[in-house]
């Protein structure tokens, strides 16, 4: 059965700090790994990974992929209160259908 | 451009009712998915649609129906709704080989 697994499940920083996210998956026909931040409404768009050991950056985001290990992490340094979210992690996979399989989310809580 | 736009909001039912929730892409995208969100459980697919005329299932279709009639419209249908269906219900959109759109969500609860 095919499935992403995100860890840890919530996790509570203080302003400043360095998180690390973990996702790993096990899904058949695979294409992308992305990331998305979810804030109370539709997750939005951080990053599309294809390629391993390419860091992809985006500010104090980056995030790297794993193809060998099957895994993929998202950094996010000196963290701000704004980053406070729920992460998801996804896998693009199939062929013609295009379909995105889940985690189920690191909550992520930044105190100031 | 308004991207992903899905109706109602949000909505309460009783047990027994049907509705319809719409979804509207204005990006020219022949993919369209619907998703439900629960607590625990990450995004799942119920229907999704490869192009206009096609719709097929997900991991949870049951007692959900689809349709796309025209290529910006994705609608879901719940027959008779219940208790278990009572999640957040978000639709997206993708042009393949990319990530996807999402809408704002709806949030409906079947009382």
């Known amino acids: 059965e095919d499935k992403v697994v995100q860890s840890p499940l919530s996790l509570v920083v203080h302003e400043g700090d360095t998180v690390t996210l973990n996702c790993s998956y096990e899904v058949t026909n695979f294409r992308s790994l992305l990331w998305y931040k979810q804030e109370k409404k539709a997750p939005t768009f951080l990053f599309m990974l294809?390629?391993?050991?390419i860091e992809k950056k985006s500010g104090r985001l980056s995030s790297i992929l794993d193809k060998k290990e099957l895994f993929s992490i998202l950094n996010i340094t000196a963290t701000q209160t704004g980053d406070s979210a729920v992460y998801l992690c996804a896998v693009l996979y199939g062929g013609a259908t295009n379909k995105l399989i889940f985690g189920t989310g690191t909550l992520l809580a930044v105190q100031p | 451009n308004a991207g992903v736009t899905q109706t109602p909001k949000f909505r309460v039912l009783k047990t027994g009712q049907s509705m319809t929730l719409l979804c509207a892409q204005d990006?020219?995208?022949?993919?369209m998915y619907w998703y439900r969100q629960d607590p625990g459980m990450g995004l799942r697919l119920i229907h999704y649609s490869v192009g206009e005329g096609t719709t097929a299932k997900g991991e949870v279709p049951d007692g959900y129906n689809v349709s796309r009639l025209k290529k910006q419209n994705f609608l879901l249908g719940l027959e008779s709704a219940a208790p278990s269906q009572t999640s957040v219900y978000f639709c997206a959109s993708s042009l393949g080989q990319s990530g996807y759109t999402f809408g704002s969500g709806t949030r409906l609860t079947v009382v």
């Open positions: 990006m020219n995208h022949e993919y």
């Open positions: 294809t390629s391993s050991g």
